[in-house]
């Protein structure tokens, strides 16, 4: 005779985590805490670069426009890098600073 024989089997919600048939919840296993704990230990690491390499890109690309078109835009060559860091930190909520551009 099974568990399932004795206790029926477990009813499953949509959107809900299953549970065992003695009313404990399942516990994410130890390969999950493995996996969410590197993603989070890999974003600590090439998080930073990530951004910096971001905050560069733009500031390239800024830098590649002619001066007209910067001010057609509103910018000049003396705030592009500022301007790129707030960039990022308006799409991707992070603080930068500018010394790190180069970094």
Known sequence: ???SDVFGSPMVLPGVRPASPFGA???PSLVQKV???AA???QQVFGPTARRMR???TVVQLSALEDHMLRDIGLDRSSII???YEVEEQ???HRGRAHSLWR
Request: net charge positive; hydrophobic share 45%.
């Open 1 to 3: 005779m099974s568990n």
């Open 25 to 27: 919840a399942v516990k």
């Open 55 to 57: 905050v560069r890109r």
């Open 35 to 37: 996996v969410n704990t």
């Open 82 to 84: 500022s301007t790129a």
């Open 91 to 93: 799409l991707h909520g």
């Open 40 to 42: 989070g230990i890999a």
